[in-house]
C-alpha cells in the first residue's frame, strides 16, 4: 500500500486485519526523486525557456461526462476552459490529454475551430515537462503535473460535482485540494483569476502549504526501495 491511509479503505476487519499480517507502505515509485529526476531536469529546462519561446504550453487534463459528470457540465467545462484561455493568453498551444473513458467527448467537435488545440496521448508525465501550466478537470494527473513543478489549476466545483469528493462540516472539497497541491478554481471566474495571476508570475509555481499525508507519501516514494530490501533481508530472501 501506498501510505497508511489507505489501510482505512481495504481494511476488511477480517484476513487483512490479522495481527499476523505484515502491512508494509512504500508510497508510489513513481513519485520518488530516483524515478523523477530525468523528467524534472527536462521540465526546468523547458520552462527557463519561457523568454525566448513565443507561445505558451498549456495542458488539460480532461473528464468526459459520466457518473461524476454531465454531459453539459462537461461542454461547459471544455467550452468555458477554451474561451478564458482565449482571452487571457494571445498566443498559446493548447495540448488535451482526454481520460481513458473519454471515448465521445466535445473536444473532438471544436478542434476544426480552434487550430491551436491539439489532442494528445502521450504519458501525462511526458506531457508536463512540456507544459507552462495545467488545468485538470480533477484527476490524479495533477499529482503527476506537480511532481514535475507544474502549477496545476484544478477546474472543478466540488459541491455541484460531489461524487467521490470529501465532505468537510457542511460543504465538499477535492482530495488535491486537502492534498495542497492545485490551485482551486470553481468558476470560470476564478479560472481567469487563476490563468491571470500565473501570467503575472510568469507561471512559476506559487507555494503552497502542502497535507502532511502529502509529504509522508513523497518520503515513503523516496525510500521504497529501502523499504523492499529490508523486508528481503529480514525473510532471508537475499543476503547483503
Not at 504519458?123 to 478537470?137: E, Q, R
Not at 499529482?143 to 489549476?153: E, N, R
Not at 472539497?173 to 482551486?184: F, M, S
Not at 529501502?226 to 537475499?238: C, Y
Request: glycine fraction near 4%.
Amino acid at each position: 500500500m501506498g501510505h497508511p491511509g489507505d489501510f482505512f479503505i481495504l481494511n476488511d476487519e477480517k484476513e487483512l486485519a490479522s495481527q499476523n499480517l505484515e502491512k508494509v507502505f512504500i508510497g508510489h515509485p513513481k513519485y520518488s526523486n530516483k524515478w523523477l529526476s530525468i523528467l524534472q531536469n527536462k521540465a526546468k529546462k523547458f520552462r527557463s525557456s519561457l523568454p525566448i519561446r513565443k507561445k505558451i504550453n498549456i495542458l488539460v487534463i480532461s473528464r468526459g461526462y459520466g457518473s461524476y459528470l454531465d454531459e453539459i457540465s462537461h461542454n461547459n467545462l471544455v467550452e468555458t476552459t477554451i474561451k478564458t484561455i482565449h482571452e487571457s493568453i494571445p498566443n498559446y498551444n493548447l495540448f488535451v490529454k482526454k481520460h481513458p473513458r473519454e471515448i465521445s467527448s466535445h473536444w473532438d467537435y471544436i478542434l476544426k475551430d480552434y487550430p491551436s488545440i491539439q489532442i494528445v496521448n502521450d504519458h501525462i508525465l511526458d506531457l508536463a515537462t512540456n507544459a507552462d501550466f495545467v488545468i485538470s478537470f480533477w484527476g490524479s494527473g495533477a499529482m503527476d503535473c506537480f511532481s514535475l513543478g507544474a502549477p496545476v489549476i484544478e477546474y472543478w466545483d466540488p459541491n455541484k460535482y460531489s461524487k467521490g469528493q470529501v465532505f468537510e462540516k457542511d460543504s465538499y472539497n477535492t482530495i488535491y485540494r486537502k492534498l495542497g497541491i492545485v490551485l482551486a478554481a470553481n468558476s470560470q471566474k476564478e479560472l481567469k483569476t487563476r490563468i491571470s495571476d500565473l501570467v503575472s508570475n510568469n507561471f512559476k509555481l506559487t507555494s503552497l502549504k502542502h497535507h502532511p499525508f502529502f509529504n509522508d507519501l513523497i518520503d515513503r516514494s523516496n525510500k521504497w526501495d529501502k523499504t523492499f530490501e529490508k523486508i528481503f533481508l529480514s525473510h532471508n530472501i537475499i543476503k547483503k
